[in-house]
């Protein structure tokens, strides 16, 4: 949306090394990419990926994968070199977007799209794609996820047993999913409270 600030992610301590995030597993194991200096961005842990893929071990070969807030894209790019079919990566900062952009180029991937835009604008219209997963990690403390979600599920985005990653600030008391996803998975690392969900 045009003039609106974008909201920064929190510090999270443990994160990835400043300036670069890091593939664990799959066809680009131990890649590593460039993160651009963006103020507040918040890359997925390599501790808390691990967890993640772990959970996501059996669906995400040939899943269509949505990450909403791409950020650093360490979600999306993970998902790419586990065999996803293809990845659209959604980021409202034009430099983050431009490094995504870059660092699909740099892995030579021919099925990863990143859009230049606002998340929630995106899916607050009617969908033209449906997807398998879908990656809701949005900045903290802005109340972000729970309007996620709602307009992922009102606006028909998400195929009819789609598997949804949440990743929240671990003192959120807020966040509420639709009433047809079923909780699957749940952990609380530090100040990060990681849920997957699947929609029924």
């Not at 200096?37 to 890359?43: N, W």
């Not at 900045?139 to 606006?155: Q, R, Y």
Request: proline fraction near 4%; charged fraction near 25%.
């Amino acid at each position: 949306m045009r003039g609106r600030k974008k909201p920064t992610k929190s510090a999270n301590k443990g994160a990835a090394p400043s300036g670069q995030i890091r593939i664990i597993s799959g066809q680009h194991r131990g890649r590593k990419l460039p993160v651009h200096d963006v103020v507040g961005l918040r890359p997925t842990t390599d501790r808390v990926k691990e967890t993640v893929f772990n959970w996501l071990m059996m669906d995400v070969r040939d899943a269509k994968v949505l990450d909403c807030f791409a950020g650093a894209g360490s979600l999306s790019f993970e998902a790419l070199s586990r065999f996803a079919s293809h990845a659209t990566m959604v980021e409202l900062d034009n430099k983050a977007a431009q490094q995504l952009t870059a660092n699909a180029e740099l892995l030579k991937l021919d099925n990863a799209s990143i859009i230049n835009t606002d998340a929630l604008s995106l899916v607050g219209a009617a969908a033209t794609t449906q997807y398998d997963l879908v990656f809701v990690d949005p900045p903290f403390n802005k109340g972000l996820a729970s309007v996620c979600c709602e307009k992922l599920e009102a606006n028909a985005w998400l195929e009819s047993n789609a598997l949804i990653y949440v990743e929240v600030e671990s003192d959120n008391q807020d966040f509420s999913a639709p009433n047809n996803w079923q909780v699957l998975k749940e952990k609380k690392a530090g100040q990060v409270w990681c849920r997957l969900y699947q929609r029924k």
